[in-house]
């Protein structure tokens, strides 16, 4: 069976500091992988998704980017971190294209800028 | 901007009674999916519409795809203290969703 991970779980970092935040799969091959921030209790917000190793499409300009460095593994990372960047991450994964294809989410990751 | 506009943003009803949770757009959507998030987990798929008109009757929630597939709406009948969360709709196109900013849920026993 597919299982996703998250970590850390939390995350508490000062203004200004580095942020890497990282999902991996398991059970699958060449999942379609996505990257969101959810504020308290509201919808999710698509940050980037990719298709493949190496291909990244970003959906918002921000101060974050993405990387997947190999075909399970999704990274999300910023060199300095905003007030603005706090927030729940999710990552989730798709096996396919098909527009019902389930989006399966990982337990999130809940950061906190101060 | 929301693409999917979803309404109320907060529910609170007693148990036993029903709710309906409504999911429109202006922009037409391969698939509509409805999600359920407890705190601090991520959503987890309940059901996916695909037909205009389609509806989906998962025990006791029923899901309506408008026949234009703009629309969505999510009823439940009867609500449990279980059915307490945050429900999300989120349309399909292409690779990627986009979601409603949710109804939040809360059944009181």
């Known amino acids: 069976s597919q299982t996703i991970h998250q970590w850390p779980a939390t995350l508490v970092q000062p203004v200004g500091s580095p942020l890497s935040l990282e999902c991996t799969v398991e059970?699958?091959?060449?999942?379609?992988l996505y990257w969101y921030r959810q504020a308290a209790g509201r919808g999710l917000q698509l940050l980037f998704y990719?298709?493949?190793?190496?291909?990244i499409s970003s959906e918002v300009p921000q101060n974050l980017s993405a990387s997947r460095p190999q075909d399970r593994q999704f990274i999300l990372s910023s060199k300095k971190l905003l007030l603005s960047d706090s927030g729940f991450y999710l990552c989730?994964?798709?096996?396919?294209?098909?527009?019902?294809?389930?989006?399966?989410f990982g337990p999130g990751t809940r950061l906190t800028v101060l | 901007t929301q693409l999917l506009e979803q309404s109320p943003q907060f529910l609170s009803i007693q148990e036993g009674e029903n709710l309906t949770v409504y999911c429109n757009s202006s922009?037409?959507?391969?698939?509509l999916q409805w999600y359920r998030q407890e705190p601090g987990e991520g959503p987890v798929l309940l059901v996916t519409?695909?037909?205009?008109?389609e509806v989906k009757k998962l025990k006791r929630l029923t899901f309506q795809f408008g026949d234009a597939r703009k629309d969505s709406s999510l009823h439940i009948t009867a609500a449990q203290p279980g059915d307490t969360g945050l429900y999300l709709c989120?349309?399909?196109?292409?690779?990627?969703?986009?979601f409603g900013a949710g109804t939040t849920v809360t059944v009181r026993a």
């Open positions: 922009s037409v959507f391969s698939s």
């Open positions: 519409v695909v037909t205009g008109g």
């Open positions: 059970g699958t091959s060449n999942p379609n």
């Open positions: 989730a994964w798709t096996s396919g294209v098909g527009s019902t294809d389930t989006q399966y």
């Open positions: 990719s298709v493949g190793i190496g291909q």
């Open positions: 989120a349309g399909a196109r292409d690779y990627k969703l986009s």
